[in-house]
């Protein structure tokens, strides 16, 4: 039987969490669980907190803190709760995180660690603004124009679409995502880290690297050489 992990990944927007969340999920059978998987299935399976946010997404609104929150609960609250996860997104701030380890320690199953994935706020603007992909319905090619470069420049490989950029990634959005990224997270991880809970790791380098110094942080987690 392998290790029991159950993991906060956190990390600035774009540094990789969602691809690593699901390295780690795959590769050591925890429950990858992201915040907005979590608001459509609750969505369509119609659950209170599914219910209650319906409005908030059709109008094109930020779900609120604690309708996150309740998406949460309802997940862990459930009979076929995970026993092994990663959370992806969430918690967000300070009081998130204190929300999260009341239903965590309600359950039985709190957090044995959290993975503080650390890049440079300039790396995050070369990569986030380098984002381009395919608009076509069937197509969705992505690309970077440092690392993944389309062959011909502005234009899809696949299908000869001209390649868009999302307002989320233009330069001036993402430092503004950036400002409140680090309000929010300064607290975040000094709450995390008071409980003994932190271990930060470089999020720069290739995937496979990262997911590497991700598993070395985790060893004295799982309390094994191997995960």
Request: charged share 25%; with cysteine; aromatic share 4%.
């Amino acid at each position: 039987m392998g290790p029991v992990m159950r993991l906060v990944l956190l990390g600035p927007p774009g540094c990789g969490k969602g691809t690593q969340a699901k390295l780690l999920s795959r590769r050591n059978g925890l429950e990858h669980i992201g915040t907005g998987d979590l608001l459509r299935a609750a969505i369509r399976d119609q659950t209170p907190a599914g219910i209650a946010a319906k409005p908030e997404v059709d109008a094109g609104h930020l779900v609120p803190d604690d309708l996150v929150n309740e998406l949460v609960a309802e997940r862990f609250r459930r009979a076929d709760r995970p026993l092994k996860y990663v959370l992806d997104g969430y918690p967000r701030r300070r009081g998130q995180a204190e929300f999260l380890d009341t239903v965590l320690a309600e359950v039985g199953l709190p957090l044995t660690g959290v993975l503080f994935m650390d890049v440079p706020d300039l790396e995050i603007i070369n990569r986030v603004s380098g984002r381009w992909s395919c608009p076509k319905p069937g197509c969705k090619a992505t690309y970077n124009t440092q690392k993944n470069p389309p062959k011909v420049p502005g234009i899809c490989d696949d299908c000869g679409t001209v390649l868009v950029q999302r307002t989320d990634d233009h330069v001036e959005t993402v430092r503004t995502r950036l400002v409140v990224y680090h309000e929010d997270t300064t607290a975040l991880v000094g709450y995390y880290k008071q409980l003994g809970l932190l271990h930060s790791v470089t999020g720069e380098g290739e995937i496979e690297g990262v997911y590497g110094s991700l598993l070395q942080a985790m060893q004295p987690l799982a309390g094994e050489k191997k995960c």
